[in-house]
């Protein structure tokens, strides 16, 4: 009986022995994925999602992630610097010229999470070109991909007339949404060809989506259709904000645009379109323009529209249209009145532009504006972040 029992057991251990040998660990797979996505290591990621490739029974991962790999090698200038870059642009050339429908998907599924390879791995799309339209195209259509959706605009755009025809269709298409129609009119509007004029037309008389007339109105006026203007013009003061922010965004490609609707149109409540209004304001310049501006930096608006006001008051400083503005603001920083730091640190950034800087300088003798500045600098401001600013500014001074 004992070596009836024995031996099954002597069986099992040898059988145990042998599960021991077999390889254990990360494959090759998911220590490639890693050093791509994780670290944006493309050398060291290569060597591994190669033999991968040879080692995985469903290679479509793989492939996928090699084509990124070895777009973000070159992109990185590793490729180059490691005596491998002919490699890799042969090996990129080639995977994308051979890239499947499953292959692209794939890319489109890994590029979805943010990493720093995502803008070459998508780059890589926009080159394969209009097959990858296609795909784009359905995936906003169905919502696929949601979180590529606001590069889809752009890498439709960079893909080009090749991808026209299939732009003009599904804008054309009844069962596109509205939603995605607009995105398609302002693709149109980046590829800018007159092709799109007719397609556009029908749309904008057959659709009762006040935005997307909108868009296509500037659409249109951007491919020369000049009766467009004083629509796009009246959309300023329109009551849905969505066709506020088309129209504002199209001034600054409006010819003689009156300032004084820009001018007033900074009162909108909408950072995007005040954002938008401010750089019109940019190239349609106006003196008149400055006490909105200023209003502006130390509003309630994002960062976005009082950054905009600080770099069109640094091109009204350049030319002469912002006199006397750096005691101004010297003022109203110092006066105790400006409650918001980060607004304060805005003012502070306006004076260390080159323009105020030299208005600063210049009043030494009769305001002294470098002495209430380090006055200030010392005795009041209480956040850490504007006093290094204000440092930064006096140090510029010397």
Do not use: W
């Not at 099954?8 to 021991?20: F, I, K």
């Not at 290591?41 to 991968?52: F, G, P, Q, R, T």
């Not at 790999?69 to 180059?80: D, I, Q, R, V």
């Amino acid at each position: 009986m004992k070596r009836v029992v024995i031996i099954p057991l002597v069986v099992l251990l040898l059988a145990g022995v042998g599960c021991e040998t077999k390889q254990k660990g990360p494959t090759n797979l998911s220590v490639g994925r890693s050093k791509l996505i994780d670290s944006g290591n493309a050398l060291e990621a290569v060597d591994h999602l190669e033999k991968a490739e040879q080692e995985e029974v469903n290679k479509l991962e793989p492939r996928a992630l090699l084509v990124i790999a070895y777009s973000h090698g070159l992109s990185t200038g590793s490729a180059s610097s490691h005596g491998v870059e002919a490699k890799f642009k042969n090996q990129r050339k080639q995977r994308i010229q051979e890239l499947t429908e499953p292959e692209i998907k794939q890319i489109l599924q890994i590029l979805s999470t943010p990493s720093r390879v995502q803008k070459d791995g998508l780059q890589a799309l926009v080159d394969k070109g209009p097959e990858v339209s296609v795909i784009i195209l359905d995936s906003l259509i169905k919502g696929r991909y949601p979180a590529l959706h606001a590069n889809f605009t752009e890498m439709l755009i960079q893909i080009g007339p090749g991808g026209l025809d299939l732009v003009l269709a599904k804008l054309t298409d009844e069962t596109t949404p509205s939603a995605v129609k607009v995105k398609l009119v302002q693709v149109l509007a980046g590829i800018g060809d007159a092709k799109a004029i007719d397609a556009l037309k029908t749309v904008h008389s057959g659709t009762s989506e006040v935005d997307l007339a909108m868009e296509i109105n500037t659409t249109l006026y951007q491919l020369g259709e000049e009766s467009y203007k004083q629509d796009i013009i009246n959309g300023l003061s329109h009551s849905d904000v969505a066709v506020r922010r088309a129209a504002a965004k199209a001034m600054v490609n409006i010819s003689d645009v009156p300032s004084k609707t820009l001018i007033a149109g900074l009162k909108d409540t909408d950072s995007e379109v005040v954002a938008s209004l401010v750089k019109a304001l940019e190239v349609h310049r106006d003196a008149d323009a400055v006490d909105e501006l200023v209003n502006i930096l130390i509003g309630g608006l994002s960062k976005d529209p009082k950054q905009a006001a600080i770099d069109t008051l640094d091109v009204y400083g350049q030319n002469k249209l912002a006199r006397g503005l750096a005691k101004r603001i010297t003022m109203l920083l110092t006066g105790g009145t400006v409650g918001d730091a980060d607004n304060r640190l805005h003012l502070v950034q306006l004076l260390k532009r080159e323009p105020f800087v030299k208005q600063i300088q210049v009043t030494e003798l009769y305001d002294n504006l470098e002495f209430k500045l380090y006055e200030y600098h010392k005795e009041k401001e209480e956040s850490e972040l504007v006093k290094t600013s204000i440092k930064q500014l006096l140090d510029a001074l010397q």
